[in-house]
């Protein structure tokens, strides 16, 4: 299993990407990192590297969006236990 430190600039950069913003993730990443596309998409094909703070804020972004999904799960989960006892109670 490969963590986010074994991956290269461009795989880091292309995998967070596309689970993070979908298909126009090159603009939406270069936003947040506050770069050009135009050093988006060189980094993304291997021709430029990513600068430790940029990789830094890439391992924010997943933290943030794996946090936001622990939520939503332990959301999820709360209100389908709360669902099953409703359900049970009424039967």
């Known amino acids: 299993m490969k963590i986010?430190?074994?991956?290269?600039d461009a795989d880091?950069?292309?995998?967070?990407?596309?689970?993070?913003f979908?298909?126009?993730w090159q603009a939406e990443i270069a936003k947040k990192l506050g770069v050009s596309k135009s050093l988006i998409r060189f980094i993304a094909k291997g021709e430029?590297?990513?600068?430790?703070?940029?990789?830094?804020?890439?391992y924010r972004m997943c933290a943030g969006w794996l946090l936001n999904?622990?939520?939503?799960?332990?959301?999820?989960?709360?209100?389908a236990g709360e669902w099953q006892v409703r359900v049970s109670i009424e039967d």
């Open 4 to 8: 986010l430190a074994d991956f290269s």
């Open 12 to 20: 880091l950069l292309r995998e967070t990407g596309e689970v993070l």
């Open 22 to 24: 979908g298909a126009h």
């Open 48 to 58: 430029r590297r990513m600068s430790n703070r940029h990789r830094e804020d890439m």
């Open 69 to 79: 999904m622990l939520l939503k799960k332990s959301t999820i989960e709360t209100l």
